[in-house]
């Protein structure tokens, strides 16, 4: 089994900042991309920013300049910073990894989600 936790979310004024992290644990023997996805009310879930393990990272082009994605393989988590946030930025925030079990499996692995809200 493999579980993905997120935290940092919460609620935050208009230009404000947060800091999301996402930490995989279980049966893990390695982890290839990892990235982050929002769904807003009635929206579809999109991608906000994905890395490689080897920290390659690719963002929503309308996100670029205000979210940095990063990562720390030793502790099998990323992060996901968040600044200059915007009311429109307020979404459930998930968390997924493309892990290789220690059984020989490989598979997408998401978190339950972690809302963000962030008000004018």
């Known amino acids: 089994q493999v579980h993905l936790l997120e935290s940092g979310g919460g609620l935050v004024q208009a230009g404000g900042s947060l800091r999301l992290s996402c930490a995989a644990s279980g049966s893990i023997f390695s982890i290839g991309s990892m990235g982050w996805y929002r769904q807003a009310p009635g929206k579809q879930r999109e991608l906000v920013a994905s890395?490689?393990?080897?920290?390659?990272?690719t963002y929503a082009d309308s996100l670029k300049g205000r979210f940095t994605i990063s990562r720390d393989n030793a502790k099998n988590t990323v992060y996901l910073q968040m600044n200059n946030l915007k009311p429109e930025d307020t979404a459930v925030y998930y968390c997924?990894?493309?892990?290789?079990?220690?059984?020989?499996?490989?598979?997408?692995?998401w978190g339950q989600g972690t809302q963000v809200t962030v008000s004018s």
């Open positions: 997924s990894a493309d892990v290789l079990t220690s059984f020989g499996d490989r598979d997408d692995y």
């Open positions: 890395i490689t393990s080897g920290g390659s990272t």
